[in-house]
């Protein structure tokens, strides 16, 4: 596990110009915006708008793109004409927060095998619901035939739930670990791992185990899946309260959760670590960024990119650019763009010409704040091919600015504690308590510090962050939320964690 304080990074302007261009060809519901990286300018364009959380987003041969949606849909949209065309919607979707119908990818030979395989959450019965991995049959411009490859436990949280082919035409599943922390180490458990399947949905008999389909374990909640041209494949996962992560994942490896969280750092970790091999992350972020969908790009239309993986952030609101080395086992450079500005991100992939297509998902269970009329939507990135004028206003893609007039406790609070109780304290109803004129924060100074100390069975400890930013986290919550004035010392704060321990 490891630690650090990041200040917020902004883009060098959040004011976004709409650019006119007679020469580019014309884009369906497009509002066109420049952005520079490095050499390349960049164009944005919104191909899809007024969705609802699409989760995946896949692209076909024919010049379409496929999306599905959280509460049960699974749409087309021709790239040309700008139509979309329902191909499915499910009736038993169960959806609460992050469940529904999650995952989705098509067979890569589309014409002689159309096959689209989707992972959702399903309402069994009144009082049990299911986790499915299903494979349709694209046929007379329906999906058909429905073949369950998989139905296992789904309690409520923690589903993953990414779905890929490999090069070698196998079904490769991320599964979330169902926030059942044995799950994960179990090899009997289908739950927090990376599962491998026939296209039939038989189990390979190459796989680690016999007749069992775990292909990779130890995973919390992994929600990025893709391969590269070299045949690597990686996983995104997201952490607890730190270490959220980016794998590398092989055949028959642990990745450590639930005891090892990010990089083999800790006394209990190394100790974990002598009696069970396990994998580190090629990288692991503290404070979290809430890492989602994961694509590939080595294409030359965007020179900066070759050779990256592109990952999709919810919390982050950002895409990040993760460089790989030649044998694609470390990352050499990390950085976000586009950071702040679209909101949560969600999906990402790309297309033979070297653009990237993404979705928003600000109106998922845990939005940034109210979504914007035109949300959700699904963006393409692309190569301007044209000079550029006098007229046109390029924003910078990177985030060039840092805010350093946020306080010390202030940043620690959007580092570990905005995404969840939001910047006016408030939460969600009924997930994530509010902080204002919270009884606990204001009047009870010895819970309040062993709850964020502790933690509970909602939320993740703190006893990573040291005695001081505890303390500055602590005193800048009761002195925004509260009427309490009076703050927390680090003295106060360190012997409760003596009382902890």
């Known amino acids: 596990m490891k630690k650090a304080i990041v200040t917020l990074g902004i883009l060098g302007t959040l004011l976004v110009i709409w650019i006119y261009s007679g020469s580019e060809q014309n884009t369906f519901n497009s509002s066109k915006y420049l952005y520079l990286l490095d050499s390349t300018i960049l164009r944005i364009d919104t191909i899809a708008k007024g969705l609802c959380v699409p989760w995946e987003i896949a692209l076909d041969t024919d010049g379409h793109l496929w999306f599905t949606e959280q509460f049960g849909r699974i749409s087309r949209l021709d790239l040309k004409s700008g139509e979309q065309k329902v191909m499915l919607e499910l009736t038993d979707v169960f959806q609460e927060r992050t469940s529904g119908l999650l995952g989705m990818t098509l067979h890569p030979d589309f014409a002689k095998k159309p096959y689209v395989f989707i992972t959702y959450t399903a309402r069994k019965t009144s009082k049990r619901n299911v986790s499915r991995v299903v494979r349709y049959t694209y046929e ?18 923690h589903f993953g739930a990414r779905v890929i082919i490999s090069p ?63 045949n690597k494949l990686f996983s995104s996962d997201h952490g607890d309260a730190t270490d959220d992560e980016v794998n590398r994942i092989e055949k028959g490896k642990n990745y450590g959760w639930p005891t090892i969280e990010g990089y083999v750092d800790s006394e209990q970790e190394k100790h974990f670590a002598r009696d069970t091999p396990v994998v580190s992350p090629l990288i692991a972020w503290t404070p979290t960024v809430a890492p989602a969908g994961l694509a590939y790009y080595n294409y030359a239309t965007i020179p900066e990119w070759k050779n990256s993986l592109l990952l999709a952030t919810l919390k982050g609101n950002s895409i990040r650019v993760l ?179």
């Open 140 to 157: 007379e411009d329906s999906l058909l035939y429905p073949l369950v490859f998989l139905e296992y436990p789904a309690w409520k949280a």
């Open 168 to 230: 070698e035409d196998e079904v490769i599943v991320a599964t979330g670990d169902g926030a059942q922390n044995g799950n994960a180490q179990s090899v009997l458990s289908v739950n927090g791992k990376i599962l491998r399947y026939h296209i039939d949905g038989s189990i390979p008999v190459d796989n680690p185990l016999p007749n069992n389909p775990v292909w990779a374990w130890g995973l919390r909640n992994p929600q990025g899946l893709t391969y590269t041209e070299n």
């Open 323 to 501: 460089q790989l080395n030649p044998n694609q086992d470390k990352i050499t450079v990390d950085y976000p763009i586009f950071q702040q500005v679209f909101g949560r991100i969600r999906a990402i992939c790309t297309s033979p010409e070297g653009e990237v297509y993404f979705s928003t998902s600000n109106k998922d269970w845990n939005p940034n704040g109210i979504a914007e009329e035109a949300d959700d939507k699904i963006i393409r990135i692309s190569k301007l091919n044209r000079k550029t004028n006098n007229k046109d206003s390029i924003l910078h893609a990177k985030a060039v600015v840092q805010n350093t007039s946020l306080s010390n406790g202030e940043t620690l609070y959007t580092n570990y504690c905005l995404s969840c109780h939001k910047p006016d304290g408030r939460g969600i109803p009924a997930i994530y308590p509010s902080l204002v004129e919270n009884t606990i924060v204001e009047n009870n100074q010895t819970k309040f510090i062993k709850l964020v100390l502790e933690g509970n069975k909602e939320m993740p400890n703190f006893s990573f962050l040291e005695d001081e930013e505890l303390a500055a986290i602590l005193t800048y919550v009761r002195r925004k939320f509260t009427s309490q004035q009076t703050g927390i010392s680090s003295q106060q704060v360190k012997q409760h964690r003596k009382d902890y321990k």
